[in-house]
């Protein structure tokens, strides 16, 4: 079963807007990180945001975490045609000595120019 | 530095053949996994290596599927018997753990996937 589940399924923007996507997960974390996947290609990690940051950002990238709601969300600012991509959360959860990491269904960006 | 290195990048065989598929890790990298990811999905982890022990393999279809890393690099994950439900890009990972505790973590490197189609 997989740990997060990421809402929309699928987004189509125009270049310039912004685009948010939501991810929820079930249980306790470590981290929670963003990961975009072209099409054909492996997955290229984005961003990581640690269990006590409520905040990050990374260029055009702004991620929040909510522990309480057990919630993430991921914003491009400015989206640009290069951004059309599929995006995925990860949940790092750790034992003692090793951790798991886990990815929701993802959400397939388009942006048109 | 290197990336995550795999191969094959494609395979077709048809099913009840064997096929395996070989992952060379980042130098350095404790963690490794293999993920398997359906057309359309997320990727769902199969396996997961801590040097060249076994940490998790609870979605791993043990009667079919079987994986092992050699002196804790290089890795290789067979399926034999196939079936048509395996054809799925199969993703290796690897991560740099630097000790205990969960701050250790940071990033999960991706190869570039082999594309399995079973006919």
């Known amino acids: 079963s997989q740990q997060g589940e990421e809402d929309p399924q699928a987004l189509s923007i125009q270049e310039g807007e912004n685009a948010t996507m939501n991810c929820s997960y079930k249980?306790?974390?470590?981290?929670l990180q963003w990961y975009r996947q072209n099409s054909g290609r492996g997955l290229v990690h984005l961003i990581l945001?640690?269990?006590?940051?409520r905040e990050k950002h990374s260029g055009r990238l702004r991620v929040t975490l909510d522990t309480s709601k057990k919630s993430s969300s991921l914003l491009i600012t400015a989206s640009r045609a290069a951004d059309t991509a599929s995006y995925f959360c990860a949940t790092y959860m750790t034992t003692d000595s090793w951790g798991k990491l886990q990815f929701g269904a993802g959400t397939q960006v388009v942006v048109t120019p | 530095e290197a990336g995550v290195a795999q191969s094959p990048r494609y395979k077709i065989i048809e099913k009840r053949q064997s096929v395996a598929f070989w992952c060379n890790p980042i130098s350095g990298h404790a963690t490794l996994y293999w993920y398997q990811q359906i057309l359309g999905q997320g990727p769902k982890l199969l396996i997961q290596f801590q040097n060249n022990g076994v940490v998790d393999d609870s979605q791993l279809p043990k009667d079919r599927f079987s994986a092992e890393r050699l002196k804790g690099v290089d890795s290789t994950l067979k399926i034999q018997p196939a079936k048509l439900e395996d054809s799925a890009v199969y993703l290796c990972?690897?991560?740099?753990?630097?000790?205990?505790?969960?701050?250790?973590?940071?990033?999960?490197?991706f190869g570039q996937g082999t594309r399995l189609t079973v006919v």
């Open positions: 249980t306790s974390i470590n981290n």
């Open positions: 990972a690897s991560s740099l753990d630097r000790g205990q505790g969960g701050s250790r973590f940071t990033e999960a490197f």
């Open positions: 945001i640690r269990s006590n940051e």
